[in-house]
């Protein structure tokens, strides 16, 4: 019966995702039967799911597709869902210690990361509208409760709940804009969107591009679409923080990469427009409305919405070059990230965690290691060579020069700088102030990640072939 | 030879400079001293060669400089009778101050450095004269401002000396801005920079125009206008003179071998040098020589009242440059030259004697409590007495025969000005006997005013009297009182030069006449002077009356005896003349209060000038719209935009659809093409 073999569709191309969806239900089980009692255990499993899906997906290589179009297997997402994976596994061993530290045992949580994982591999892979919406809304929710898990505290809670409204409003729009787009083209998958605009388009489209984007942006947090991010970065607890700064920004780039550049080609330099503005303005915000913070969470919210500006520099030139440039980006942004936030982390006097810039005084003196570490992280945030971070907007910033837009390269080139102002200052604080109590003793966990992370940045310029390759691949993939 | 000549002292002030603190300051004086004799003895021999001798004028090549496009500068040496007779000068009188700076400093702490400035000066020096163009002499004329300025402000701890050294760069800058455009003009017109290819092409030069400011110029003219500027500056002449007196403060050997002998005659020997560019320019003549004779008069009658030792033959040279720039004015450039080499000689040995007189009366320069040291200071008195017939132009001494020729030669010249000239050099042969007497009477003859301590309460009113004076109170002055020890003679080493500057101002006169400017002429100079054609003043100034050949003569015997019955017969006149003219000699002791006018004319308003680009346009625009500025606006822009962020869930939600909005009404006005 080759009728029925057809309407089979491959799933071995969805592998590593329906790996990880079962293995989470198994987790799920786990917990229901066991209880509190196996939180350790079912982080134990998660993580160790994580890794395998993560060696799954990294020894598959090419392209494919499948679940008539609406799955797609290509080098990006490779590129994309080993980097969501490596945010989510990281973030889900930094936890460990804090949840511990906390008095707070819920095994939830390993599981609610697994699931928002699997619904951002399901969106970096997604080849039509409807997988983007049903990736999207997975991650979403999951991440909706993993803000308010810690729900005995009152910020925390507020910060899931504001979240979860305005991820609510920003799902409409995304929803709104699809159907539009459908409307307008007749097709959902993303081929069939490019086929239809090659001979024609209409402002209906480009409004329901415009709403999807403004769905994507929130992911993304960024300007004007990022109101919620300095509030949730700073409410939530931190591993919660630092697992919202790396994985899902990976899986959201990765899904406005692939909508723009498969679906809409044929409109560039309408697409074009929306980027470039988004990009200015994050930048913008995120240079200016940091230096005004006290809170080294809320300082990492802007920071965060001003890469994500510097990222979408990249994908504004809307070539090779651009989202090769993406990728490298999301990638060095990522280490950097948890990097810091394995700082933060340990940012720990007696026990209570503390958040302030403050609080950072004289590291240099009472813990070297850690100061030059975080120092340097700071510098590569800032883009200063040879540190990895001046890489990531070299490859933007000469995409966007390559591709014409030499405005947005200055404009970035300009916020840089001014964002440099509140890198330094953190690093002038550790250095020149008078030392604050010590921090308690970095646990090794936290040691090994910021190590790790400060090797990367320092030593990228020694070898960079590995990752510029592979985003090379990832980016030629897609056209 | 000639290599040897310029390059030792350069070699002295590389190993005295970098080596004096591991050699020692014994071991500086000794090398950089023997170097400078060594050089003087060679010069002395190229001297004989070139000038008396019947070598050919010749070129050395050095080194290639710079090559530009048209322009090729090298270096190279121009060896010719004018280069030796200033080798001779340069020579002489530096090896000269060495040997006495070896006494005269011998307390100073730092004496590496002295003679490693003293060496560089004379090597400068010699590149300035041995220049085969324009350019390497403005590396040594630069050169020589350079150690000039370091040697005035050689006692850096003293803020006068630190002043004095900022004036003579400054006031320098001016005269050499004039050098360097003239060079430039003179590139322009003749295409080199080089002598022997410029002087062939003066005439035609001097028939083109040059246009500037929608006037056609005589080209000549302009070029020599310029250049003479620079002389003007380094020869302090009238306008330019303000810094020579001030540069006093350096120590009393370098006002001798710089601001006497050697450095301040550099324009004298500049116009001498371009002789053949200054024939071709009756206007720039006329300059040269209106101006000269102006500062001749000028600084004689401030010399007049001066009290400050120093001051006074500070003045002197002042008025002395003057007079040799007037001989250069009416085309007498044998007799300019003439009187530099003779003035070298009296007015350094003037100088070593003042410091001879300040080293005995340790560290005091106000003659006002001198007097009666001819006693004390037998040697030095004979030497001063020597120095100061010679100033005056006592007849067989140095100075009668080359004060006389220029004189006589302004009243022969052709030059327009030349009776302006006359009169005032005239005028000013009196003026010069008389301060250089009053000097000599109040300082040596008397009664002793040193054995009554006047103490520092005296010395301070005293300062506040004589206003800008300087009192010598050096850094080492310290372990000195004032008047309080005993006047003594100096030590040998200072003693020697004086002897041998004693000499040459009592016969250099006598036995070079004949050469410089007499009947062995043109066997003596062999074109290294230019004269044009018309220009006959060499048998001009025999055919002047005899009243107009006595007349400096006369001067000379007036202004003495006025000085004798002035400050030896009734000592009480000048204190009665001074109050019966109190404006006249605030006019005069004021130095016609050029300090003060050039105080309200240039100094206040670049001041004012450098304040208002400071604090309004670096302070206020700058970094007000630069740096402040910005970080200014940053810090409103974030506080503002903090200020968005207030917290609550539908502002969030509103500025989403704002923004959704926006890209919306974007595309439909405007975007979406």
């Not at chain 1, 007749?186 to 388009?201: E, R």
């Amino acid at each position: 019966m080759p009728g029925l073999t057809a309407a089979v569709p491959a799933f071995g191309l969805a592998l590593p995702e329906i790996v990880l969806a079962a293995g989470a239900l198994v987790l799920v089980l786990i917990g229901a039967i066991r209880g509190e009692r196996s939180v350790g255990l079912i982080t134990g499993l998660a993580l160790a799911l994580i890794i395998l899906v993560g060696a799954l997906v990294f020894v598959r290589t090419g392209k494919a597709v499948t679940f008539n179009g609406s799955f797609v297997q290509d080098d990006f997402a490779r590129f994309m869902k080993i980097a969501a994976l490596v945010g989510s596994g990281v973030a889900l061993v930094m936890s460990i210690d804090f949840w511990r530290g906390e008095r707070v045992d819920r095994f939830e949580y390993a599981i609610l990361i697994v699931l928002s994982t699997l619904g951002m591999m399901m969106m970096i892979s997604a080849g039509d509208l409807i997988a983007l919406y049903l990736g999207l809304e997975l991650m979403s929710l999951a991440l909706y409760v993993v803000a308010a898990i810690h729900r005995d505290n009152v910020r925390a809670t507020e910060a899931g709940l504001k979240y979860f409204v305005l991820g609510a409003l920003s799902s409409g729009m995304l929803l709104y804009g699809a159907s539009l787009i459908y409307g307008f083209t007749g097709s959902v998958s993303f081929g069939g969107i490019a086929t239809a605009l090659k001979d024609h388009n209409s402002t209906g489209v480009i409004f329901g591009l415009v709403f999807v984007m403004a769905g994507l942006c929130f992911k993304i947090s960024a300007v004007p679409f990022h109101m919620w991010t300095p509030d949730v970065y700073e409410g939530a607890p931190t591993p919660v923080t630092a697992f919202f700064a790396a994985a899902p920004k990976m899986a959201a780039m990765a899904l406005a990469v692939r909508v723009v550049i498969t679906a809409f080609p044929g409109i560039l330099t309408q697409w074009q427009q929306i980027i470039v503005f988004v990009s200015i303005a994050s930048m913008g915000l995120g240079a200016f409305a940091a230096i005004g913070q006290r809170n080294i969470k809320r300082l990492m919210a802007y920071s965060s919405i001003g890469h994500m500006g510097f990222a979408l520099v990249g994908l504004a030139a809307g070539t090779t070059e651009g989202v090769q440039g993406v990728a490298i980006y999301m990638a060095i942004y990522l280490v950097m990230t948890l990097g810091c936030f394995a700082v933060i982390l340990a940012m720990k006097r007696k026990d209570v965690y503390v958040e302030n810039i403050d609080d950072l005084a004289g590291l240099g003196r009472t813990a070297p290691a850690t100061a030059f570490v975080f120092a340097m992280l700071m510098f590569s945030l800032a883009g200063i060579p040879p540190l990895a971070g001046f890489f990531a907007k070299w490859y933007v910033f000469a995409a966007a020069v390559h591709a014409n837009l030499y405005t947005l390269a200055v404009i970035g080139v300009l916020t840089s700088v001014v964002s440099t102002f509140y890198y330094l200052r953190i690093v002038k604080v550790m250095y020149f102030d008078e030392p604050a109590e010590a921090f308690d003793p970095m646990t090794p966990v936290l040691k090994v990640v910021s190590g790790l992370s400060g090797a990367f940045i320092l030593l990228f310029w020694l070898w960079p072939a590995p990752l510029v390759t592979a985003a090379t691949a990832a980016a030629k993939s897609l056209f | 030879m000639y290599q040897a000549i310029v390059f030792l002292p350069l070699v002295g002030f590389l190993i005295a400079g970098l080596f004096g603190r591991i050699i020692g300051a014994r071991a500086s004086e000794v090398v950089t001293t023997a170097f400078l004799m060594a050089a003087a003895l060679l010069s002395w021999i190229a001297f004989f060669q070139v000038g008396l001798g019947h070598h050919e004028a010749l070129r050395v090549q050095v080194a290639q400089w710079m090559v530009a496009g048209d322009l090729k500068v090298d270096w190279a040496f121009r060896i010719d009778t004018l280069t030796v007779v200033m080798l001779v000068v340069v020579n002489t009188v530096s090896s000269l101050v060495h040997l006495y700076s070896i006494g005269y400093m011998h307390e100073d702490p730092h004496r590496p450095r002295f003679f490693a400035y003293l060496s560089l000066f004379t090597f400068a020096m010699l590149m300035l004269v041995t220049s085969d163009n324009l350019v390497q002499m403005f590396f040594g004329w630069e050169g020589v401002g350079l150690a000039s300025y370091l040697l005035i402000g050689f006692w850096y701890q003293k803020p006068s000396a630190v002043a004095a050294a900022m004036k003579a760069f400054i006031v320098n800058r001016v005269g050499d801005f004039g050098f360097s455009l003239g060079i430039f003009l003179v590139f322009v017109l003749s295409g080199s920079v080089a002598f022997p290819e410029i002087f062939p092409k003066a005439e035609e030069i001097a028939k083109g125009t040059f246009h500037f400011i929608g006037y056609d110029w005589n080209a000549m003219t302009i070029a020599c206008l310029l250049l003479f500027m620079g002389a003007m500056g380094k020869s302090a002449q009238f306008l330019l003179h303000t810094w020579l007196p001030d540069a006093m403060e350096g120590p009393t050997p370098v006002s001798a071998l710089i601001h006497a002998a050697t450095m301040v005659t550099a324009g004298v020997f500049m116009v001498a040098r371009l002789s053949p560019l200054f024939e071709q320019s009756h206007v720039a003549l006329s300059v040269v020589m209106i101006v000269g004779a102006t500062t001749a008069f000028f600084a004689g009658t401030i010399g007049l009242v001066q009290n400050d030792i120093k001051r006074v033959i500070a003045y002197s040279t002042c008025s002395q440059l003057g007079y040799m720039f007037v001989a250069l004015g009416a085309g007498a450039y044998g007799a300019g030259i003439f009187h530099l080499f003779t003035h070298a000689f009296f007015k350094a040995l003037l100088f070593l004697g003042a410091g001879s007189v300040i080293h005995a009366m340790h560290h005091e320069q106000d003659i006002r409590h001198m007097g009666g040291l001819a006693r004390k200071i037998p040697f030095t008195t004979v030497m001063f007495a020597i120095g100061t017939l010679a100033l005056t132009g006592f007849p067989l001494t140095a100075g009668y025969y080359s004060k006389d020729a220029i004189i006589e030669s302004s009243y022969a010249a052709h030059t327009f000005g030349n009776a302006y000239a006359f009169i005032l050099l005239s005028i000013t042969a009196g003026l010069t006997s008389f301060y250089s007497w009053r000097l000599f009477f109040v300082t040596f003859m008397g009664a002793p005013r040193w054995d009554t301590p006047h103490g520092h309460d005296l010395a301070v009113s005293h300062h506040v009297e004589s206003e800008d004076d300087s009192h010598g109170s050096h850094a080492h002055a310290g372990d000195h009182g004032h008047g309080h020890h005993e006047p003594h003679e100096s030590p040998l080493t200072m003693l020697i030069p004086l002897g041998v500057l004693g000499l040459g101002a009592l016969f250099a006169g006598l036995v070079f006449e004949g050469y410089f400017f007499g009947h062995a002429y043109d066997e003596f100079w062999k074109n290294a002077l230019h004269t044009g054609p018309e220009n006959h003043i060499l048998h001009a100034v025999h055919e002047i009356p005899a009243w107009a050949k006595y007349s400096p003569t006369v001067e000379m015997i007036i202004g003495f005896v006025v000085a004798y019955i002035f400050y030896i017969q009734k000592p009480y006149l000048p204190r009665q003349l001074a109050e019966s003219q109190p404006l006249l000699y605030r006019f005069l002791l004021n130095k016609w209060y050029f300090d003060e006018l050039y105080d309200v004319i240039f100094v206040r308003p670049a001041k004012w000038l450098g304040r208002f680009l400071w604090k309004k346009g670096d302070g206020a625009v700058i970094d007000g719209f630069g740096p402040d500025g910005v970080s200014a606006r940053v810090v409103d822009v974030t506080q503002a935009v903090v200020r968005l962020q207030t917290g609550y869930v539908y502002h969030y939600a509103f500025a989403m659809l704002i923004g959704v909005a926006a890209l919306v009404t974007w595309y439909m006005f405007g975007g979406a093409h």
